[in-house]
């Protein structure tokens, strides 16, 4: 699997999530077995660039490459400038989110509401393709199936974005007005796929090595893309590529390696965010890989009267430490996405 002259060690990619696959995350997945991580979204507005928010995002100190970072905007020379400011700050591969259900930029909407108005995105794709090319880094796209149930025009868009120079696409098969409700289908992705020559990436509601395997089989994907389910459970990139080479389950990891990593996790969380900062944001990660746990609640209400690192680092080790008295293994994993925290899209995503 290449994107442009970047050769990837598997098929198996970490969606962006804003909030979430921050570095230390994503560093995290690659880690355990992704091939491939995209940065949560940088806006395309200067304004915002200098914000404490945006600086970290575009933050990239010690990441395994390629890096890819995602831009989002609705403004074709501003994109172009986003484009040019990240690939000088250390990014290889340039993403385009017409994916995700995006709050308003500059009155008007980001995101997939693009695929809503094809001129307009396809002048954001040329710019940014334009701006990449002299500096040979290739530019994705990341796209959902359509607008709403009768406006899915996801092969059309993908193919005059090829055309355009785009190097791969990743289609969440859900429409925009679907948000994060109901299912996401397959056939539209391996419309996509059948449509074009540059590498396609499935992506939506991919939560285990079976599912894993359906949806390669169903779409002809060259690359499977994963989000919610990888939150609190980063290994599930090396049981998926354990399953996909042999079909046999690799073993749950054990409570003691678990409590190794997530400690870990949370070094690297302080370090890029701060000692404030970084024990609120950390809550919810905590909370994810406890959810399914025997104690779990408990452990996630404690953790929101914690204030401090060295606090909540002990109440971690703790919590690991009581658990590998009771089990050797985590529990295999339930698949769970039903409460989603897209906090920054999901007030548009109705
Ligand atoms: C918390 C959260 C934040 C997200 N942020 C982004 C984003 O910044 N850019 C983007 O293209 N998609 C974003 N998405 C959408 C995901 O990349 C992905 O397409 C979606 O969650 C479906 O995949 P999944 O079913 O594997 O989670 C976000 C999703 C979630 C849950």
Redesign the pocket.
């Known amino acids: 699997m290449n994107i442009g002259s970047f050769e990837l060690p598997n098929k198996l990619f970490v969606?962006?999530?804003?909030?979430?696959t921050d570095r230390p995350f994503r560093q995290l997945c690659k880690a355990l077995g992704a091939g491939y991580a995209v940065s949560?979204?940088v806006t395309s507005r200067k304004d915002l660039w200098n914000s404490l928010k945006t600086s970290r995002r575009a933050n990239h100190v010690g990441e395994t490459g390629p890096i890819a970072v995602?831009i989002?905007g609705t403004d074709a020379p501003m994109m172009a400038e986003a484009a040019a400011y990240n690939i000088d700050r250390g990014a290889q591969i340039i993403d385009i989110?017409m994916?995700?259900p995006a709050k308003k930029v500059c009155n008007k909407w980001a995101?997939s509401a693009l695929m809503q108005d094809e001129a307009l995105a396809l002048q954001i794709i040329e710019a940014v393709v334009a701006a990449c090319a002299p500096r040979k880094v290739p530019v994705t796209l990341?796209m959902r199936t359509g607008w709403c149930q009768t406006h899915k025009n996801a092969v059309a868009l993908a193919r005059a974005a090829e055309c355009a120079g785009v190097q791969m696409v990743t289609v969440?098969g859900?429409t925009r007005e679907q948000g994060?409700g109901g299912q996401?289908e397959y056939d539209t992705i391996a419309a996509v796929k059948a449509a074009l020559r540059i590498p396609v990436v499935a992506?939506?509601?991919?939560?285990s090595p079976e599912k894993a395997r359906e949806v390669l089989h169903a779409t002809g994907a060259d690359a499977l893309?994963?989000?919610?389910?990888a939150q609190g459970r980063p290994w599930i990139f090396r049981e998926i590529n354990h399953f996909l080479a042999t079909g046999e389950h690799l073993a749950p990891p054990l409570v003691a390696e678990v409590r190794h990593l997530l400690l870990e996790h949370l070094q690297d969380h302080y370090a890029l965010y701060g000692e404030y900062t970084g024990v609120r944001s950390a809550r919810k990660h905590n909370g994810w890989y406890v959810k399914a746990l025997p104690g779990g609640a408990a452990f996630r209400a404690r953790m929101n009267t914690l204030e401090d690192c060295r606090d909540q680092v002990q109440a971690v080790a703790d919590f690991f430490d009581e658990l590998g008295v009771q089990l050797d293994r985590m529990p295999a994993a339930v698949a769970d996405?039903s409460d989603?925290?897209?906090?920054?899209?999901m007030e548009l995503a109705a």
Request: aromatic fraction near 2%.
């Open positions: 969606a962006p999530m804003a909030g979430v949560e979204m995602q989002a989110n994916g995700c995101g990341k969440h859900r994060y996401a992506n939506g509601d991919i939560t893309m994963i989000g919610r389910a996405t989603t925290q897209d906090e920054e899209h």
